[in-house]
């Protein structure tokens, strides 16, 4: 999270008063580096169980923290706790959360049992409009429906396996615009010969996550055709976890570094001189 943001959060906090929840903003970002909010939301079941029915089936545990922390780490493999039997999460089990620390399990256990509906402060990473600025003629600044809006010729759905593993063998459709057709519309501005080959599109989301694209890869290689900006996955717009605008390079041989969830702008520069 930007220094800003977390400014503005600081504003919220202390309007609430709330010195217990000065931190909420800070496991939010935990949860978001660590993937929680892939599988998990305040108040409605995703892969896992919303946090708020934890919360409930905890509520006056004293060990709670300590058991969740557990779980977080290790996992509730193979055989699972049973929130799916119960209609409460459509994964048997918690996979292991490798990157997370004990330390850190313990504060994200804590802000779980907190948790009293939606995630607090979600809302303020998901972006509905998507600028591209930098070298080129015309900037853009789009909002969902204007991408809807570009020629239906340009749009193309992209089916793919994802790689998480609550997601493995699913094909996934996602409707967007490929990279490619919102440059064209921006037009480069390349007065170098070889400004062309120089240059690089850096996406970046509104939880400060970027990736570069170079100009060459993008219209010079296969690489390119999967570049998409995509607001729709399998016929629904997307979810607060990612939308409403996001990114994927379908080429890639490891989809989950250019995948850029909550996509905020893509910036045009020459990164060379
Ligand atoms: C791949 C999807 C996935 C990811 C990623 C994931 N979870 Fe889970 N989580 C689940 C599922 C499924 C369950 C239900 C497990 C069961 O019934 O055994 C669960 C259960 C839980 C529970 C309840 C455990 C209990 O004792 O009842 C907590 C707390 C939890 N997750 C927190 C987290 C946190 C924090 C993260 C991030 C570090 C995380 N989860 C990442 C899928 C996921």
């Not at 089990?93 to 995630?119: C, D, H």
């Not at 037009?187 to 400004?195: I, M, Q, S």
């Not at 570069?212 to 570049?227: A, I, P, R």
Request: hydrophobic fraction near 45%; aromatic fraction near 6%; proline fraction near 4%.
């Amino acid at each position: 999270m930007s220094s800003r943001s977390r400014m503005r959060w600081a504003g919220v906090l202390s309007c609430l008063a709330a010195a217990a929840s000065a931190s909420a903003a800070d496991e939010l970002d935990l949860a978001i580096k660590m993937g929680c909010i892939s599988c998990h939301r305040g108040a409605q079941k995703l892969i896992g169980p919303p946090y708020q029915a934890v919360a409930e089936r905890y509520a006056g545990r004293r060990d709670a923290v300590a058991v969740l922390a557990e779980h977080i780490l290790k996992g509730t493999g193979p055989d699972g706790l049973g929130w799916m039997k119960e209609g409460r999460a459509s994964l048997p089990f918690m996979p292991a959360n490798e990157r997370v620390t004990a330390q850190e399990a313990e504060r994200l256990a804590a802000w779980v049992l907190a948790m009293k509906g939606e995630i607090p402060g979600l809302r303020e990473y998901v972006t509905d409009r998507l600028s591209v600025t930098g070298n080129v003629e015309h900037a853009l600044d789009l909002s969902v429906d204007e991408l809807r809006n570009f020629p239906a010729p340009e749009v193309k759905e992209i089916a793919l396996v994802s790689e998480s593993p609550a997601t493995v063998g699913r094909l996934e459709t996602f409707r967007g615009v490929p990279l490619r057709t919102l440059i064209e519309k921006a037009k480069l501005v390349t007065p170098g010969r070889n400004d062309l080959k120089k240059t690089i599109f850096i996406a970046t989301a509104s939880d400060d996550y970027a990736v570069v694209f170079t100009w060459s890869e993008v219209f010079n290689t296969e690489v390119g055709d999967g570049v998409l900006v995509y607001f729709e996955k399998d016929g629904r717009p997307l979810t607060e976890a990612e939308g409403r605008i996001a990114m994927l390079s379908a080429k890639d041989i490891h989809r989950g570094a250019r995948h850029v969830r909550w996509l905020k702008s893509i910036e045009v520069r020459k990164a060379v001189d």
